[in-house]
């Protein structure tokens, strides 16, 4: 095992709608922590379908184009108060109850992330530009809050609203945050935790997952429309993670009990490693 290994470990937002797949997933990390004290362990969470369940509570329609949320200024604020008021408080309970020393925070704080208005931008599957709103990208990456976390004995939780340089929140896509993070810090892997246990050339057909992606392959999986949703920004941000140099990429599944833990290990299991 490598010394002082750095793991990041993404979680979208379905994967934390239920009580008991929380309890799961904070069962996993702290198996993940427990298999070596020297590791260092970041979580980043999205929070997509309860933004859009407080979103049509409070009158507002979701729209995505490309895989990402269009964002208005009304939906920035469900988007701040899902993120910092339901989903890291909820998952911070689960990670705390199963032993692990978590802090909960958005990827703002000690001016970790710093976010930029989107420019609107010609995408997948869209004629024109799209102005997504006040969708951030990244501007700038400062970890001495992760290394000030780590250095604590202290597991960073992040969610992904991030602040511009003025003052302004931003919606940061929760995969776009994990390759922001992958630019200055040295991950061995990165582990993204979704709905579905990797990539199928055809979501509809269980027989077409593959256990095996090459970076290479992903636009042809884009272009031919076999990817579709969240799965096209995820595949594109892991291509630039793994032309950063970063280890090793896992999709894997959140129905799978202990996956982050068994990917790490090279247990067998149903995921998808994507390598350069
Ligand atoms: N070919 C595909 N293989 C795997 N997932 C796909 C594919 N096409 C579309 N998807 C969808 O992409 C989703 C993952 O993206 P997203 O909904 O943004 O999840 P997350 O919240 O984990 O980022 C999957 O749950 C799946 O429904
Ligand atoms: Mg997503």
């Given at each position: 095992?490598?010394?002082?290994?750095?793991?990041?470990?993404?979680?979208?937002?379905?994967?934390?709608?239920a009580?008991?797949?929380?309890?799961?997933?904070?069962?996993?990390?702290?198996?993940?922590?427990?298999?070596?004290?020297?590791?260092?362990?970041?979580v980043?969470?999205?929070?997509?379908?309860?933004?859009?369940?407080?979103?049509?509570?409070?009158?507002?329609?979701?729209?995505?184009?490309?895989?990402?949320?269009?964002?208005?200024?009304?939906?920035?604020?469900?988007v701040?108060?899902?993120?910092?008021?339901?989903?890291?408080?909820?998952?911070?309970?689960?990670?705390?109850?199963?032993?692990?020393?978590?802090?909960?925070?958005?990827a703002?704080?000690?001016?970790?992330?710093?976010?930029?208005?989107?420019?609107?931008?010609?995408?997948?599957?869209?004629?024109?530009?799209?102005?997504?709103?006040?969708?951030?990208?990244?501007?700038?990456?400062?970890?001495?809050?992760?290394?000030?976390?780590?250095?604590?004995?202290?597991?960073?939780?992040?969610?992904?609203?991030?602040?511009?340089?003025?003052?302004q929140?931003?919606?940061?896509?929760?995969?776009?945050?994990?390759?922001?993070?992958?630019?200055?810090?040295?991950?061995?892997?990165?582990?993204?935790?979704?709905?579905?246990?990797g990539?199928?050339?055809?979501?509809?057909?269980?027989?077409?997952?593959?256990?095996?992606?090459?970076?290479?392959?992903?636009?042809?999986?884009?272009?031919?429309?076999?990817?579709?949703?969240?799965?096209?920004?995820?595949?594109?941000?892991?291509?630039?993670?793994?032309?950063?140099?970063?280890?090793?990429?896992?999709?894997?599944g959140?129905?799978?009990?202990?996956?982050?833990?068994?990917?790490?290990a090279?247990?067998?299991?149903?995921?998808?490693?994507?390598?350069?």
């Amino acid at each position: 095992m490598v010394k002082m290994a750095k793991i990041l470990v993404k979680v979208g937002g379905e994967t934390l709608l239920a009580a008991d797949d929380r309890a799961r997933l904070a069962a996993d990390l702290a198996a993940v922590v427990a298999a070596d004290a020297d590791r260092r362990l970041c979580v980043v969470h999205g929070a997509g379908p309860q933004i859009t369940q407080l979103g049509e509570r409070l009158g507002l329609q979701s729209t995505f184009r490309a895989g990402r949320r269009v964002t208005d200024a009304a939906m920035l604020d469900a988007v701040a108060m899902a993120m910092c008021g339901q989903v890291g408080p909820t998952l911070l309970a689960a990670c705390v109850a199963a032993g692990l020393r978590a802090v909960s925070t958005p990827a703002a704080s000690g001016g970790l992330a710093l976010g930029r208005k989107r420019p609107p931008k010609v995408v997948p599957g869209e004629a024109e530009p799209v102005d997504y709103g006040l969708v951030a990208d990244l501007a700038a990456v400062d970890t001495r809050l992760l290394d000030a976390l780590w250095a604590a004995g202290l597991v960073p939780l992040l969610s992904s609203l991030v602040s511009d340089a003025h003052g302004q929140l931003l919606n940061l896509n929760a995969d776009s945050l994990v390759t922001g993070l992958t630019r200055q810090v040295a991950f061995a892997d990165v582990v993204l935790v979704t709905g579905v246990p990797g990539v199928f050339r055809d979501l509809a057909d269980p027989t077409t997952h593959l256990p095996e992606l090459r970076a290479a392959e992903i636009d042809g999986l884009i272009a031919s429309g076999a990817v579709q949703g969240g799965m096209i920004v995820k595949l594109q941000e892991v291509q630039e993670i793994l032309a950063r140099g970063a280890g090793t990429v896992w999709i894997v599944g959140y129905r799978t009990p202990h996956a982050i833990a068994d990917a790490l290990a090279g247990l067998p299991g149903v995921r998808t490693r994507v390598r350069a």
